[in-house]
């Protein structure tokens, strides 16, 4: 297979429109798709559509395929796991791989404290767990959300999501309780600060404990604050590093649970195994997804022990947990920590170190910002306005895709690069000549 893009036929070719033709037909029109990709195969970084053209993928799957397409050592468990038992549901009977996954899954996330593991199939999943877990240990009914927020789609999580208003539009009332607040953005500062001297205290110290807590929501009804460590639907934010910090002393302070979400930021896309070990800051409930198991379908919940409180029968999941899945995750944590998360770190660098000039070299580029390989790129109708360029994040993403590049949106104009964890030099010196051309040309 190619280990470069290689584009044959006009996009899309001949059998990627016969399957568009299809699936127009009979696909549900709620799916996004921002070009007519139509996937064969994927081996490393490198997808094959039907038609025989080649792209490098920047996209990993939506930040799933962690160790890239197929990596040959996750195919071997799953084939092997496949032959023994692919399914006994960890809801009503036992089998190892649960159990070996949940005691690794609580040694590796944040915290020296003894945890439980609770098993779905999704980010939405695990969301739905954590607001359980919250609810029915704390007895509040309350929860603090973020603008920009992304968890899911599934009711309780769209609750919390606060996207794009098309995720929400048409499907309520949704669960109440639930409360949305500006996310610490040292870009877009919710009280109008500028970078780099804004650093975002205001969102816990003002818009929470001062208002909020005083106006409208009783900080003692509150059962959790959950938040992105990093943002990711939302357009790729780093908040200040004491932001989660603060949100951990006003959750202590007011005896309130911090639910961090790593589904997009977690499994070592940030260059380390979870975003918030960056800043150090320790959450009471972990959810993670996406890169857990390389393509294969798995959410997880991890608490503090004393947080499940819950009987027999208050959560499960047919699914969850699936042996498949868990023999697929082991081993990409296996492979995070033998090397994938060190090479993060490593090419993440790399590409920041020849991107963060583009400010200055690119009049729509607003802002670079990332770590490890969870890069975003915000463009911009003017530097000093700083007002969303939707439009030209848009011609980029198509001018990519047909030079072979695939890269998705995120925010309301922010390109994100969130490739494979394995990718190398070369591909990502490709990733960046492509983009820097495809900015230009929009640009002229």
């Given amino acids: 297979m190619e280990t470069m893009p290689k584009i044959s036929t006009p996009l899309p070719g001949p059998e990627a429109q016969k399957i568009l033709a299809l699936d127009k037909q009979y696909v549900s029109p709620s799916y996004t798709r921002d070009y007519p990709l139509v996937a064969k195969r994927g081996q490393g970084a490198i997808v094959e559509d039907v038609d025989g053209n080649f792209f490098l993928d920047f996209a990993a799957g939506i930040a799933v395929v962690s160790t890239g397409h197929c990596h040959p050592d996750v195919v071997r468990v799953i084939q092997k796991q496949a032959e023994t038992l692919?399914?006994?549901?960890?809801?009503?009977?036992?089998?190892?791989?649960?159990?070996?996954?949940?005691?690794?899954?609580?040694?590796?996330?944040?915290?020296?404290?003894?945890?439980?593991?609770?098993?779905?199939?999704?980010?939405?999943?695990?969301?739905?767990?954590?607001?359980?877990?919250?609810?029915?240990?704390?007895?509040r009914h309350r929860f603090i959300a973020f603008l920009g927020s992304f968890h899911g789609r599934t009711m309780g999580a769209l609750s919390l999501t606060a996207s794009k208003a098309v995720q929400r539009r048409g499907f309520g009332p949704l669960v109440p309780g639930v409360?949305?607040?500006?996310?610490?953005?040292?870009?877009?500062?919710?009280?109008?600060?500028?970078?780099?001297?804004?650093?975002?205290?205001?969102?816990?110290?003002?818009?929470?404990?001062?208002?909020?807590?005083?106006?409208?929501?009783?900080?003692?009804?509150?059962?959790?604050?959950?938040?992105?460590?990093?943002?990711?639907?939302g357009g790729y934010i780093i908040p200040p590093p004491r932001f989660l910090d603060n949100l951990r002393q006003l959750c202590d302070k007011y005896g309130?649970?911090?639910?961090?979400?790593?589904?997009?930021?977690?499994?070592?896309?940030?260059?380390?195994?979870?975003?918030?070990?960056?800043?150090?800051?320790?959450?009471?409930?972990?959810?993670?997804?996406?890169?857990?198991a390389s393509g294969l379908p798995l959410g997880v919940t991890v608490a503090r022990a004393e947080l499940m409180d819950w009987g027999p029968g208050a959560h499960a999941s047919t699914f969850g947990g699936n042996p498949v899945a868990c023999a697929a995750a082991l081993e990409t944590i296996r492979l995070l920590e033998e090397k994938y998360v060190a090479n993060s770190a490593r090419v993440g660098e790399y590409i920041m170190g020849r991107i963060v000039d583009w400010p200055h070299k690119h009049r729509t580029v607003?802002?670079?910002?990332?770590?490890?390989?969870?890069?975003?790129?915000?463009?911009?109708?003017?530097?000093?306005?700083?007002?969303?360029?939707?439009?030209?994040?848009?011609?980029?993403?198509?001018?990519?895709?047909n030079l072979g590049l695939l890269v998705l949106g995120c925010g309301e104009s922010t390109i994100r690069l969130m490739p494979p964890l394995m990718i190398n030099r070369e591909q990502a010196d490709f990733a960046i000549d492509t983009l820097n051309r495809c900015i230009t040309e929009a640009e002229q």
């Fill in 86 to 139: 692919i399914h006994m549901s960890g809801t009503d009977f036992y089998y190892p791989l649960m159990a070996q996954l949940a005691e690794k899954m609580a040694k590796i996330t944040p915290g020296t404290f003894a945890k439980k593991v609770a098993f779905g199939n999704s980010g939405a999943e695990a969301m739905e767990a954590a607001m359980k877990i919250a609810r029915y240990h704390t007895k």
């Fill in 179 to 233: 409360v949305h607040v500006p996310y610490a953005n040292p870009y877009r500062c919710p009280q109008g600060h500028r970078a780099p001297e804004c650093v975002c205290d205001c969102v816990c110290s003002d818009l929470l404990e001062r208002q909020l807590f005083k106006t409208a929501v009783p900080p003692d009804e509150v059962a959790a604050i959950i938040v992105e460590p990093i943002q990711g639907e």
């Fill in 256 to 292: 309130i649970l911090l639910i961090f979400d790593e589904v997009q930021c977690g499994m070592g896309r940030t260059g380390k195994m979870w975003a918030c070990d960056h800043v150090g800051v320790v959450p009471d409930i972990i959810i993670t997804a996406k890169g857990i």
């Fill in 366 to 401: 607003g802002q670079v910002r990332g770590r490890g390989l969870m890069i975003g790129i915000e463009l911009v109708k003017s530097q000093e306005t700083r007002e969303p360029n939707p439009e030209a994040r848009n011609k980029v993403i198509d001018r990519a895709f």
